[in-house]
């Protein structure tokens, strides 16, 4: 069964302070990892998808590394409208599933 | 328009009501997805529907009835629920529903059951 880990579960920063999320995961035939943000009481929107090890995305302060077993989202620099929870999934196998982690509640403070 | 539409937001009913949510999306996508959400927990996969078939049914409840009438809108009917069935309900789209699409999410439905 695909598992999928996120660390930490809530992350409390400064303005500006730069940190990482990780999501490491357990998967037979990774098809992709995505990362979405969800906001309280909102669906999740889309941030990222990685395929492979080594590949890496960007988009404004959030950049995503992949690596075969695990995941990084890094912030860099946050702003307090960042605040909001980053959910890791994984597709693997029967490919119309995609299986999330419990995500990570990230709170910048100004 | 990127936007998938859910409603109602949020509904109360009684354990021997029958109620229905609606979602709909115009983006051409072919398949789209129910999930569950509980507070604090990451969303659960319900059901797929691809082409207006339903290709995954994740051993949900019979309580729990999807239709997909046509390509843009999906239903979600329910009946005699439980009150641990109160959640978040979120319905999502993709392009086909293959490998690596990134999912398009509404808003959800707040559904409390009492």
């Known amino acids: 069964e695909d598992q999928v880990t996120q660390s930490p579960e809530a992350l409390r920063l400064q303005e500006g302070e730069s940190s990482s999320l990780n999501c490491s995961y357990t998967?037979?035939?990774?098809?992709?990892l995505f990362w979405y943000r969800q906001d309280p009481g909102k669906g999740p929107e889309f941030l990222f998808t990685?395929?492979?090890a080594g590949e890496e995305k960007e988009k404004e302060r959030l950049k995503a590394t992949l690596t075969k077993k695990e995941s990084f989202l890094h912030i860099t620099a946050p702003k307090p409208e960042d605040s909001a929870t980053y959910l890791c999934?994984?597709?693997?196998?029967?490919?119309?599933?995609?299986?999330f982690g419990i995500g990570t509640k990230l709170q910048v403070i100004p | 328009d990127t936007e998938v539409t859910q409603t109602p937001k949020h509904l109360v009913m009684g354990m021997t009501n029958k109620k229905s949510l609606k979602c709909e999306q115009h983006?051409?996508?072919?398949?789209m997805y129910w999930y569950k959400q509980k507070a604090k927990k990451p969303p659960e996969l319900m059901f797929v529907?691809?082409?207006?078939?339903?290709?995954i049914n994740e051993s949900v409840p019979s309580r729990f009835s999807p239709e997909c009438p046509n390509s843009s809108l999906l239903n979600l009917h329910l009946h005699a629920l439980q009150p641990e069935d109160s959640a978040l309900y979120l319905c999502?789209?993709?392009?086909?529903?293959?490998?690596?699409?990134?999912?398009?999410f509404g808003s959800g439905t707040q559904l409390s059951v009492l």
């Open positions: 990685l395929y492979s």
């Open positions: 999934a994984v597709q693997a196998g029967g490919y119309q599933k995609v299986t």
């Open positions: 529907y691809s082409y207006e078939k339903l290709s």
């Open positions: 983006m051409g996508h072919r398949a």
């Open positions: 998967v037979s035939g990774l098809r992709g």
């Open positions: 999502a789209s993709s392009r086909e529903g293959g490998s690596n699409e990134k999912l398009f």
